[in-house]
């Protein structure tokens, strides 16, 4: 019998535990102590203490067998931004994670840990130090962004002191470190392709880019103060490396960590966020016939000219987060985890 209530209280579950963030957290979760049930449509790895369910989150019935016995779930799955696939995103994350939701509830969950993204009050114009009342963003900037606002919403509006099920939003921004299929990678291949040549405006904007390993320590963070008495329930908490960056300064100590040159020569915003823009257009009218999936997207562009930096105050007063990486200590792991990707591999 004691066996059973120490297990219990120390499983949980990640949805979408084989993805880039999903696995840095199993990790985490199984050094601290935790049996792990991870349900993704993949299963990319194998762990001691840990149970692999495979499985898409728009079914419940499948969902319901990963979270027998579970009391704490987080749900870090979702259809990569650079999809763009608008039916995908809502199946996934909107009618998923409703799906999500109610199989938490039937399953007797207590937690629920989302994680969310900054980048749902972003509208493609500056945010400088932006905290987590502003509002969603209205006009967003691509479907990704519009369904994980639709998301957030629903995991914190089912928080419901009264009935036990408890709900929290994690609101990354910019996660990088060893293992990430998306930045360092992209990067890396447009600067292959010859077209990291240029700045996009003149170079002095700050974004906030995020060690994966801090963003992990704030889920954890974030499941153990979500109680019933504290101001977690039912919040959203932006968890950066508290260290905003130009973003092209973050670029070029990645791309000449790695051996290529930094980008030197300045194009105007506009010009290229309109040429984006037209790019993308014309995919979406010759979809029917090809596909082109272009390095420059709107939504890239965006981030790359803007300033998007955003506090983590909130998460430092109501669970005591503090980055646990600084940024150079960061990319220098980054760089060094990634020798197939340097010049010349
Ligand atoms: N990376 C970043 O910079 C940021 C990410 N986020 C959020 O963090 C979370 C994790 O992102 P990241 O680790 O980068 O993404 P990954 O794509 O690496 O991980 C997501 C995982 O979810 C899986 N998945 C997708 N659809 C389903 C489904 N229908 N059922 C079950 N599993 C599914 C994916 O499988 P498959 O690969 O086969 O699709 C993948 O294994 C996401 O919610 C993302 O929105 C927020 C802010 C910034
Ligand atoms: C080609 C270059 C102009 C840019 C190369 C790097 C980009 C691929 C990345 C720079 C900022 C990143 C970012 C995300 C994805 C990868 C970048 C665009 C997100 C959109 C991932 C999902 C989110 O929730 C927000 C992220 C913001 C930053």
Request: net charge positive; aromatic share 8%.
């Amino acid at each position: 019998m004691a066996t059973r209530i120490r297990s219990s209280s120390k499983r949980c579950a990640v949805v979408g535990g084989s993805g880039f963030l999903g696995r840095h957290l199993v990790e985490k979760l199984v050094e601290k102590g935790y049996s792990v049930s991870v349900f993704d449509i993949r299963q990319s790895y194998e762990l001691p203490g840990v149970t692999f369910h495979q499985g898409d989150l728009c079914n419940k019935q499948d969902l319901l067998v990963a979270l027998r016995d579970v009391s704490l779930v987080f749900h870090c799955a979702s259809p990569a931004p650079s999809s763009d696939d608008q039916a995908l995103f809502q199946r996934v994350n909107v009618e998923g994670t409703r799906t999500v939701i109610q199989a938490c509830q039937e399953a007797g969950v207590q937690k629920l840990v989302l994680t969310s993204s900054a980048s749902v009050v972003f509208e493609g114009t500056d945010i400088k130090n932006g905290e987590e009342d502003l509002p969603y963003a209205k006009k967003p900037i691509d479907y990704y962004t519009q369904t994980k606002i639709q998301q957030e919403k629903l995991v914190l509006q089912a928080c419901n002191k009264e009935k036990g099920f408890l709900t929290v939003a994690i609101r990354p921004h910019g996660i990088f470190g060893p293992r990430d299929p998306q930045l360092v990678p992209i990067l890396v291949d447009t600067a292959r392709r010859g077209k990291m040549k240029f700045i996009i405006g003149d170079g002095s904007n700050l974004v906030d880019f995020t060690f994966v390993e801090n963003v992990v320590h704030g889920h954890v963070l974030a499941a153990e103060y979500l109680k019933p008495d504290s101001p977690l329930c039912g919040k959203a908490y932006h968890i950066t490396n508290d260290e905003p960056i130009r973003f092209w300064d973050f670029m070029s100590r990645v791309l000449v960590g790695l051996g290529y040159d930094a980008p030197r020569y300045h194009l105007p915003y506009s010009l290229v966020y309109g040429l984006a823009l037209l790019l993308w257009l014309l995919t979406l009218l010759l979809r029917p016939l090809i596909t082109i999936k272009p390095t420059f997207t709107p939504m890239r562009v965006a981030l790359a000219g803007t300033h998007h930096y955003y506090s983590c105050a909130r998460a430092k007063h109501d669970m005591g987060y503090k980055p646990l990486v600084s940024l150079h200590e960061a990319i220098a792991q980054t760089v060094a985890s990634y020798p197939d990707l340097r010049r010349g591999a």
